[in-house]
């Protein structure tokens, strides 16, 4: 069952495979969002990546040593919240995984190459969130910080994955970063 089939089109991207508790792996592909936020980005001319407030502070200060390694966007967690996600959000609408985060795992899997850098180099984080409960997951964010609490650096909302106790979701956050100029 693929939720969408269709090249990315943004900076970032969102995927996941749902594992059954009997091991079964289901790829969902990339997550997309409710028609209705499809909709209400359509009328608000849509962003390409929706990197919180508190995400690009976070990133600022980095680059000036006043907060800790931006490689620390590592954690993963989900909620069943289904309002539009901001970029003012500071935390998930409604947070149901579990108390701890899970941790993903980061890499590089595409330097920047060519004049003007026409090829962009890709960070990948990802992580496996496990269920206890039936839930229907509606929403993502990618978290610097294990426990609740933390810098959001993004934030998603989609439609819902469905998991019952043992299954689990497999999140991949895909990010281009694009050089400029010629």
């Given at each position: 069952m693929?939720?969408?089939?269709?090249?990315?089109?943004?900076?970032?991207?969102?995927?996941?495979?749902?594992?059954?508790?009997?091991?079964?792996?289901?790829?969902?592909?990339?997550?997309k969002?409710?028609?209705?936020?499809r909709?209400?980005?359509f009328?608000?001319?849509?962003?390409?990546?929706?990197?919180?407030?508190?995400?690009?502070?976070?990133?600022?200060?980095n680059?000036?040593g006043?907060?800790?390694?931006?490689?620390?966007?590592?954690?993963?967690?989900s909620?069943?919240?289904?309002?539009?996600?901001?970029?003012?959000?500071?935390?998930?609408?409604?947070?149901?995984g579990?108390?701890?985060?899970?941790t993903?795992?980061?890499?590089?899997?595409?330097?920047?190459s060519?004049?003007?850098?026409?090829?962009?180099?890709?960070?990948?984080?990802?992580?496996?969130?496990?269920?206890?409960?039936?839930?229907?997951?509606?929403e993502?964010?990618?978290?610097n910080?294990?426990?609740q609490?933390?810098?959001?650096?993004?934030h998603?909302?989609?439609?819902?994955?469905?998991?019952?106790?043992?299954?689990?979701i497999?999140?991949?956050?895909s990010?281009?970063?694009?050089?400029?100029?010629?």
């Amino acid at each position: 069952m693929r939720m969408n089939a269709e090249v990315p089109s943004r900076i970032a991207n969102l995927s996941a495979t749902l594992i059954k508790a009997d091991g079964r792996r289901i790829e969902l592909g990339f997550v997309k969002e409710p028609w209705y936020v499809r909709l209400q980005r359509f009328f608000h001319f849509p962003v390409l990546l929706l990197v919180t407030d508190a995400g690009l502070t976070f990133l600022a200060n980095n680059f000036t040593g006043e907060t800790s390694d931006v490689s620390t966007f590592k954690y993963h967690d989900s909620g069943v919240g289904t309002t539009a996600a901001a970029q003012t959000d500071t935390v998930l609408q409604t947070q149901s995984g579990p108390t701890t985060r899970a941790t993903g795992v980061n890499t590089v899997t595409q330097n920047a190459s060519g004049t003007g850098s026409t090829t962009p180099a890709i960070v990948q984080s990802v992580g496996t969130i496990a269920y206890v409960s039936s839930l229907a997951i509606t929403e993502w964010g990618l978290f610097n910080q294990a426990a609740q609490g933390g810098t959001m650096w993004d934030h998603r909302i989609f439609s819902a994955i469905n998991v019952v106790s043992g299954d689990s979701i497999q999140f991949t956050y895909s990010l281009s970063l694009p050089g400029g100029g010629s």
